[in-house]
């Protein structure tokens, strides 16, 4: 396991293009890929942090940025969105933690 956060996130950029499709659907704005969405939930995971907090860490951080191939940093509520439609799909299910569950729980 690694304390940096710039190979976890090219970790789970790979994990991310190799699981997931590049969209989540033909008519998505593409401005972003379901991987790089997924790093992200994933730094999210691995800073201990909201969604508003990985938002501002990746916007002040240009070589995260960069290493996510991201033009632009999305809007917490992409993550949210994106986090809660892969639940439910059941594509996060068996790698990823009750995230949602813990995160309704402290509201």
């Given at each position: 396991?690694?304390?940096?956060?710039?190979?976890?996130?090219?970790?789970?950029?790979?994990?991310?293009?190799?699981?997931?499709?590049?969209?989540?659907?033909?008519?998505?704005?593409?401005?972003?890929?379901?991987?790089?969405?997924?790093?992200?939930?994933?730094?999210?995971k691995?800073?201990?942090?909201?969604?508003?907090?990985?938002?501002?860490?990746?916007?002040?951080?240009?070589?995260?940025?960069?290493?996510?191939?991201?033009?632009?940093?999305?809007?917490?509520?992409?993550?949210?969105?994106?986090?809660?439609?892969?639940?439910?799909?059941?594509?996060?299910?068996?790698?990823?933690?009750?995230a949602?569950?813990a995160?309704?729980?402290?509201?």
């Amino acid at each position: 396991m690694t304390k940096s956060p710039l190979a976890v996130a090219r970790e789970a950029l790979v994990v991310g293009e190799q699981s997931l499709p590049a969209q989540a659907n033909k008519f998505s704005r593409k401005d972003y890929t379901l991987a790089q969405l997924f790093a992200l939930l994933v730094l999210r995971k691995f800073f201990r942090t909201d969604y508003r907090g990985i938002v501002t860490i990746v916007g002040e951080w240009a070589e995260l940025q960069k290493t996510l191939g991201l033009v632009k940093v999305p809007d917490h509520s992409t993550l949210w969105h994106v986090e809660r439609k892969l639940l439910k799909k059941g594509g996060l299910h068996s790698c990823w933690p009750p995230a949602a569950i813990a995160d309704e729980a402290v509201v």
